[in-house]
């Protein structure tokens, strides 16, 4: 059954046995697994496995799996990734075999590139599709991303001017990524108050948005002269503090992250979709992960929240406490400065 991703939450009323998530937009990917790993956890569907088709990929193994009895949960989740969206002859009798046997303590989740009609029109398709639900994820656009865009001002529950709606959907159609960051960036700036055109060009096209993004990459670059200097030149823009550490937030939970599964033996290369990182940017992750341990990122994630907390509670603007952060993204300056606690 083919079902558009913007239509899943009206069906999630019940569990289909698989879920064929095929499409080149990462955002709606992975938003889209979110929300069944999310109904499928309200299910008892508590242990999740995750597969990749690699190189020497034994499918033996997704049947292993699909017909073992879990140690910690009655009820598995298998996350099947497809990197060509092409199982081949072994994959294809092995995935019609498990669903003509359906397994109601199984879930199984295939995610792949778009498919093309060779692929949809394949058996392997044909049958998985019949048991379950399919989910082409293709950028929208046009009046399907005016709607897309409607959505999610709706979730951040923004109060946009129609010229500042215009705006979003001129910057930003064919990138949902980029356009949903921005929207939990106008939620934290002006999370109540109705936004213009005028204001909106303010927040995202003057230096200084741009500049804390720079800020943020030279971090994970290891570039501390660059940012210690583009930290400065904010603090005396007046950039206002909460914009910063929305940013260091952001890269901090997702290095965490990152480090975690590495430490569970997942591979980098199964986790740039997953994370929604552009291939551009996967250099700057490898450099940070490669550096920083899991011990220094929760070290930095809680002086972080020490930063967060005095600003919510007693508007102190620490930029003391930001630029010794900011340095921490350097392992060497931890033996000098871990200790070091924030009033």
Same mark, same amino acid.
């Not at 591979?267 to 552009?278: E, P, Q, T, V």
């Given at each position: 059954?083919?079902?558009?991703?913007?239509?899943?939450?009206?069906?999630?009323?019940?569990?289909?046995?698989?879920?064929?998530?095929?499409?080149?937009d990462?955002?709606?990917?992975?938003?889209?697994?979110?929300?069944?790993?999310?109904f499928?956890?309200?299910?008892?569907?508590?242990e999740?496995?995750?597969?990749?088709?690699?190189?020497?990929?034994?499918?033996?193994?997704?049947?292993?799996?699909?017909?073992?009895?879990?140690?910690?949960?009655?009820?598995?989740?298998?996350?099947?990734?497809?990197?060509?969206?092409?199982?081949?002859?072994?994959?294809?009798?092995?995935?019609?075999?498990?669903?003509?046997?359906?397994?109601?303590?199984?879930?199984?989740?295939?995610?792949?590139?778009?498919?093309?009609?060779?692929?949809?029109?394949?058996?392997?398709?044909?049958?998985?599709?019949?048991?379950?639900?399919?989910?082409?994820?293709?950028?929208?656009?046009?009046?399907?991303?005016?709607?897309?865009?409607?959505?999610?001002?709706?979730?951040?529950?923004?109060?946009?001017?129609?010229?500042?709606?215009?705006?979003?959907?001129?910057?930003?159609?064919?990138?949902?990524? *980029?356009?949903?960051?921005?929207?939990?960036?106008?939620q934290?700036?002006?999370?109540?108050?109705?936004?213009?055109?005028?204001?909106?060009?303010?927040?995202?096209?003057?230096?200084?948005?741009?500049?804390?993004?720079?800020?943020?990459?030279?971090?994970?670059?290891n570039?501390?002269?660059?940012?210690?200097h583009?930290?400065?030149?904010l603090?005396?823009?007046?950039?206002?503090?909460?914009?910063?550490?929305?940013?260091?937030?952001?890269?901090?939970?997702?290095?965490?992250?990152?480090?975690?599964?590495?430490?569970?033996?997942?591979?980098?290369? *199964?986790?740039?979709?997953?994370?929604?990182?552009?291939?551009?940017?996967?250099?700057?992750?490898?450099?940070?992960?490669?550096?920083?341990?899991?011990?220094?990122?929760?070290?930095?994630?809680?002086?972080?929240?020490?930063?967060?907390?005095?600003?919510?509670?007693?508007?102190?603007?620490?930029?003391?406490?930001?630029?010794?952060?900011?340095?921490?993204?350097?392992?060497?300056?931890h033996?000098?400065?871990?200790?070091?606690a924030?009033?």
């Amino acid at each position: 059954m083919r079902v558009y991703p913007d239509q899943l939450s009206r069906h999630l009323n019940q569990l289909f046995p698989c879920y064929l998530i095929f499409g080149d937009d990462p955002w709606l990917i992975e938003t889209t697994k979110d929300q069944i790993r999310q109904f499928a956890k309200r299910q008892g569907f508590d242990e999740k496995v995750q597969l990749i088709q690699e190189t020497g990929f034994n499918w033996n193994d997704l049947t292993q799996e699909w017909q073992a009895m879990s140690l910690f949960s009655s009820k598995r989740l298998i996350e099947l990734t497809l990197p060509q969206s092409k199982p081949g002859a072994e994959g294809s009798s092995t995935l019609q075999a498990l669903l003509q046997t359906p397994n109601p303590d199984m879930l199984l989740i295939i995610e792949g590139p778009k498919l093309a009609n060779e692929q949809t029109n394949s058996k392997w398709f044909k049958t998985l599709d019949a048991h379950g639900m399919y989910l082409p994820c293709a950028t929208p656009e046009g009046d399907q991303f005016m709607r897309w865009l409607d959505g999610r001002i709706k979730h951040f529950k923004l109060n946009l001017q129609p010229d500042a709606r215009a705006m979003l959907h001129s910057l930003y159609e064919g990138n949902l990524l *980029a356009a949903d960051q921005a929207m939990q960036l106008l939620q934290l700036l002006s999370p109540t108050n109705p936004v213009s055109a005028d204001e909106l060009s303010h927040y995202f096209e003057d230096q200084s948005r741009f500049t804390v993004f720079q800020l943020t990459d030279a971090l994970l670059n290891n570039k501390q002269d660059s940012a210690q200097h583009m930290l400065a030149q904010l603090n005396g823009e007046g950039t206002a503090l909460p914009i910063l550490l929305w940013a260091l937030f952001k890269e901090l939970g997702l290095l965490f992250n990152l480090k975690c599964e590495q430490a569970q033996g997942v591979a980098l290369s *199964a986790l740039w979709g997953k994370h929604r990182i552009w291939d551009k940017r996967k250099p700057l992750y490898q450099a940070a992960l490669q550096r920083l341990s899991l011990e220094q990122l929760e070290h930095m994630l809680a002086l972080a929240s020490k930063l967060e907390l005095n600003l919510k509670q007693q508007g102190k603007e620490d930029w003391t406490g930001l630029s010794h952060l900011c340095l921490l993204f350097d392992p060497r300056a931890h033996r000098h400065l871990a200790h070091i606690a924030i009033d």
